[in-house]
């Protein structure tokens, strides 16, 4: 009877762990689930508010779109780490009065490690969750893609 009692106690502890194990995955699944859901609302927020004001010419913001950005992500990074950063648009076409090429409408948002402190923590199936969330599922196409090495754009202008 002792050993029976044994092997039962053995398959008990076994169920027990293999639950835990099983609970911990799914935590941490709907934990990096929110990481994404909160980033790609991150990515929403700024292009909105890019879109409020002309589309940047270079790196540096407007100092009414810094002020608009203050009370969100913009300056404390995002949840994979990294930080927020603004592309000018490249040109495209040549301009209205043939004298160079005029600027593409709206720029993107990116998401740079360039800081060893700050590595990025986004896998491709992150990627590819948000890039469903909010845009085509394609990282090689639409407005959320990935770029340099690998880290994530968000084009701002309308339907690029």
Known sequence: M??????EAGLVLLILVLAAGLVTLL??????????DRFAADLRTFAEAFQEYAPPGDA?????????????NWRKGSPFGGDYGCLASPPVGPSADGAGRSPA?????????FAPSMPLTLSRRDLLYIDATIDDANLAT???RTGFN?????DIGENQ
């Not at 002792?2 to 092997?7: K, S, T, V, W, Y």
């Not at 409408?105 to 490690?113: D, F, K, S």
Request: one cysteine or more.
């Open 105 to 113: 409408r709206g720029g993107a948002i990116v998401l740079t490690a």
């Open 27 to 36: 935590l941490g699944r709907h934990q990096q689930r929110r990481r994404c």
């Open 142 to 144: 639409g407005r959320f």
């Open 60 to 72: 540096s913001l407007p100092a009414g779109l810094e002020d608009r950005l203050k009370d969100t």
């Open 2 to 7: 002792g050993g029976f009692l044994l092997i």
């Open 150 to 154: 690998g880290w994530p754009v968000y």
